[in-house]
């Protein structure tokens, strides 16, 4: 019975995470915005574990010669996350760092985590870069995805 609860409470938490995230507007980003728009074909092998739900990959400017267009702020490069029905995209500066320290940190990426090595502040891919733990109180910078329901991501940025 105890383990219900604790698994309810568990998913109450994580909705309530969502909910907060996604009432935030993009204009309050701390990572200034860069020019972003590249496609991804879920059929190239390099992405093929994408299609899997809670999956991650990066894509930087080396990435299929893409170059700028998928560089991300400071040429940090950028987070695909696999998500239920859809996919997310994120900078992979840390916006605590950047804000704080005026400091470009890439963060690390481990399954549906990124980790900051500078200030350990820990960031759901799965809650649209949420921090959970650590010092950092801002979301990683999100960028705008579209899915063809087919094989091709878009990820852009206005």
Same mark, same amino acid.
């Given at each position: 019975?105890?383990?219900?609860?604790?698994?309810?409470?568990?998913?109450?938490?994580?909705?309530?995470?969502?909910?907060?995230?996604?009432?935030?507007?993009?204009? $309050? !980003?701390?990572?200034?915005? %860069?020019?972003? /728009? =590249?496609?991804?074909? @879920?059929?190239?092998?390099?992405?093929?574990?994408?299609?899997?739900?809670?999956?991650?990959?990066?894509?930087?400017?080396?990435?299929?010669?893409?170059?700028?267009?998928?560089?991300?702020?400071?040429?940090?490069?950028?987070?695909?996350?696999?998500?239920?029905?859809?996919?997310?995209?994120?900078?992979?500066?840390?916006?605590?760092?950047?804000?704080? $320290? !005026?400091?470009?940190?890439? %963060?690390?990426? /481990? =399954?549906?985590?990124? @980790?900051?090595?500078?200030?350990?502040?820990?960031?759901?891919?799965?809650?649209?870069?949420?921090?959970?733990?650590?010092?950092?109180?801002?979301?990683?910078?999100?960028?705008?995805?579209?899915?063809?329901?087919?094989?091709?991501?878009?990820?852009?940025?206005?």
């Amino acid at each position: 019975m105890m383990e219900y609860l604790k698994t309810g409470l568990f998913f109450i938490a994580v909705i309530y995470l969502l909910v907060l995230s996604s009432c935030k507007s993009s204009d $309050n !980003d701390i990572i200034p915005d %860069v020019f972003v /728009d =590249f496609t991804i074909d @879920l059929l190239d092998p390099e992405f093929v574990n994408l299609s899997a739900i809670g999956n991650s990959d990066t894509i930087d400017a080396s990435t299929h010669n893409w170059g700028y267009r998928s560089a991300g702020y400071d040429n940090n490069g950028i987070i695909i996350y696999s998500g239920p029905g859809e996919y997310f995209a994120f900078d992979r500066t840390c916006p605590h760092d950047y804000a704080v $320290n !005026d400091l470009s940190i890439k %963060v690390k990426i /481990d =399954f549906a985590v990124a @980790l900051c090595p500078v200030c350990g502040t820990q960031y759901a891919l799965s809650a649209y870069g949420t921090p959970i733990s650590g010092v950092g109180k801002y979301q990683l910078k999100n960028y705008k995805t579209s899915f063809d329901s087919d094989r091709y991501i878009r990820v852009w940025n206005e």
